[in-house]
């Protein structure tokens, strides 16, 4: 059974840093691309930012680049998201997710449960 | 990166059909058919319902059904149900290689 488990979500004040982890288990961390999407309190779905399977290639919406760093360590099998220069419309519950296939073309097919960043003074 | 537009509600009784539309551009839901669906009750992590524009993952009813022409995913829900009373959220690959959601839609079975 795929299990994917956020952790690290916090209150954190505005220009913070933090660091979420997603911890994988029942299927082969290499052989998927991961994502992080978001939710706003209240609002819609948005992606943000995936990686591939092998780790070596991302990419980012234009909302965090810059700002927002993923990355993975497969022999560990967990998914990273350091979050640096935080602003209040970075408070959203964050879902890890997996993607059917190595590469981010393929669909996201499980999620998990997320983790809450608040960003405020 | 602009959301995709879907309606924001549409209402339905039991045993109707529904069909929640989603447009995006050429440059993402015209090129590809990477689009997915996915629902969302409140409180609760999304679950992916219809993939690559109308493939329907395991244990997913066939009632739902997706499909697509031009820069414009439908997604119909036929013999509604209440357990069907929820958000759908649909996403589509782009040309950027990023992926963009719809900004979801309340689906309320009267």
């Known amino acids: 059974e795929v299990q994917l488990l956020e952790s690290g979500g916090a209150l954190v004040q505005p220009g913070g840093s933090l660091r979420l982890s997603c911890a994988a288990s029942?299927?082969?961390?290499?052989?998927?691309?991961m994502s992080w999407v978001r939710q706003a309190p209240g609002k819609g779905l948005e992606w943000i930012s995936h990686?591939?399977?092998?780790?070596?290639?991302?990419y980012y919406a234009d909302s965090v680049r810059g700002r927002l760093t993923i990355s993975r360590d497969n022999s560990r099998n967990i998914l990273y998201l350091q979050m640096s220069s935080l602003r209040a419309e970075d408070t959203a519950v964050y879902y890890c997710?997996?993607?059917?296939?190595?590469?981010?073309?393929?669909?996201?097919?499980?999620w998990g449960q997320g983790t809450l960043v608040t960003v405020s003074s | 990166q602009s959301a995709l537009t879907q309606p924001a509600s549409v209402s339905g009784s039991p045993g109707q059909s529904i069909t929640i539309s989603c447009t995006g551009t050429?440059?993402?839901?015209?090129?590809?058919?990477?689009v997915s669906w996915y629902q969302q009750h409140p409180g609760k992590a999304p679950k992916l319902m219809i993939f690559?524009?109308?493939n329907r993952p395991s244990g997913v009813s066939s009632r739902l059904s997706g499909s697509k022409s031009g820069n414009t995913a439908s997604l119909t829900i036929s013999g509604l149900q209440t357990e069907d009373e929820a958000n759908y959220y649909c996403?589509?690959?782009?040309?950027?290689?990023?992926?963009?959601f719809g900004g979801g839609t309340k689906l309320t079975v009267l």
């Open positions: 997710a997996r993607h059917g296939g190595y590469s981010g073309s393929y669909q996201v097919d499980h």
């Open positions: 029942g299927f082969t961390f290499s052989s998927h691309a």
């Open positions: 690559d524009v109308s």
């Open positions: 050429s440059s993402d839901v015209g090129s590809y058919n990477f």
């Open positions: 996403s589509s690959f782009t040309s950027t290689n990023t992926w963009v």
């Open positions: 990686i591939v399977g092998g780790g070596g290639s991302a």
